[in-house]
């Protein structure tokens, strides 16, 4: 079984930055489709950005872009997401995916996924 592991969340006041961090076992670095989704009380689960590893293509949900930015670190088998000029909407928890597929590695495909970390909070205030 493989279990996404996040870290980086915190507090921080609007206008501030933050980097999560998601690594896992050794297996991470068999899937090509990696993500982070955000869901805060109340609300569905949306996704925020995902990356293809094959290539590097990266999909960014409209409310993120131009702030937020995925990367990835194949030595690590770590997938980070680079939060800038946060706002207090962006509060939520956020979760880290993995999986394969055969397609493109867009938002809506990575919400399939099979494995999801546990979570990690950010909250940005005002």
């Known amino acids: 079984q493989v279990t996404p592991v996040e870290s980086g969340g915190g507090s921080v006041q609007a ?21 982070w989704f955000r869901q805060s009380p109340g609300k569905e689960r949306e996704g925020v950005a995902t990356i293809d590893t094959r290539g590097g ?16 670190e194949n030595a690590k088998n770590t997938v980070y997401l680079q939060m800038n000029s946060l706002k207090p909407e962006d509060t939520a928890t956020y979760y880290c995916t ?29």
């Open 98 to 126: 993995a999986d394969f597929f055969r397609g493109s590695c867009t938002i809506a495909t990575v919400t399939r996924s099979r494995y999801w970390g546990q979570g990690t909070q950010v909250t940005v205030s005002s």
């Open 57 to 72: 293509s990266t999909y960014y949900a409209e409310s993120v872009k131009g702030r937020f930015t995925i990367s990835q």
């Open 15 to 35: 206008g501030g930055s933050l980097r999560l961090s998601c690594g896992a076992s050794r297996y991470m670095s068999n899937f090509n489709c990696l993500g």
